[in-house]
């Protein structure tokens, strides 16, 4: 099975930072992978698929990028509703693991 | 609009069985596969495997091999997850998502059965 492991577990930032969360895969995965956000209590919802490619209706201060093990989700200005866990997973293989997770707080 | 809607929360005792229902609107349910996510109290996201709408192949998580059985049934666009042998550790929330078939991203989601293994 390919592992994904997530970096930072946490961060804490304010509104207006810059974020940047990265995600590494034990092997390659080409560009099959995607990012998720998840607030307390609700569904995951897709944010980014095949590494760069912007979910319809998410904001643009989304952004994803990398290829074969590295991946980095970036929040150009972090918004109030921006507060949640961020979830990498591949799709390259089954099983569709998914990594740790990332939770942003408030700083 | 294009949505899943799940079957309500369980409660269930050791060994038995639960099966979760997952059904679609606003889409075409045979061009797109169903996978099945669930999530433990405070845990992360655990991926339990896959459907094809189209054809009804599927692929599991190993570690569920043997207790999991996913179906769908084309007639009313509804996906279903069945669950056997259950323990305390699969008490946890169930998702189904809708797979998109070019990145294998799940881009539409269900709000999530709880299902509770209790003694």
């Known amino acids: 099975d390919i592992q994904m492991t997530q970096s930072p577990s946490s961060l804490s930032a304010s509104v207006g930072d810059r974020v940047t969360i990265t995600c590494r895969a034990s092997?390659?995965?080409?560009?099959?992978l995607n990012w998720y956000q998840q607030k307390l209590g609700k569904a995951p919802k897709l944010l980014i698929y095949?590494?760069?490619s912007l979910h319809s209706g998410v904001p643009s201060r989304f952004s994803g990028s990398g290829s074969g093990t590295d991946f980095t989700l970036t929040i150009s200005s972090l918004q109030p509703e921006d507060f949640a866990t961020y979830y990498c997973?591949?799709?390259?293989?089954?099983?569709?693991?998914f990594g740790p997770g990332t939770k942003v707080d408030i700083k | 609009q294009v949505q899943l809607v799940q079957s309500g929360a369980e409660v269930k005792k050791p060994g038995a069985s639960v099966k979760v229902s997952c059904k679609a609107s606003?889409?075409?349910?045979?061009?797109?596969?169903i996978s099945w996510v669930r999530q433990a109290p405070g845990q992360g996201l655990e991926w339990m495997g896959w459907?094809?709408?189209?054809?009804?192949?599927?692929n599991y998580a190993q570690k569920l091999q043997g207790r999991v059985t996913m179906t769908t049934d084309t007639s009313t666009s509804t996906a279903y997850m069945e669950l056997r042998s259950l323990r305390s550790d699969d008490t946890a929330v169930y998702y189904c998502?809708?797979?998109?078939?070019?990145?294998?991203?799940?881009?539409?989601w269900g709000k999530g059965t709880t299902v509770t293994v209790s003694s």
């Open positions: 606003a889409y075409m349910f045979i061009n797109y596969g």
């Open positions: 997973q591949q799709s390259y293989s089954t099983p569709f693991t």
């Open positions: 998502a809708r797979v998109d078939g070019y990145s294998a991203g799940m881009d539409v």
């Open positions: 092997q390659t995965i080409t560009s099959y």
């Open positions: 095949s590494a760069s």
């Open positions: 459907i094809s709408a189209y054809n009804g192949n599927t």
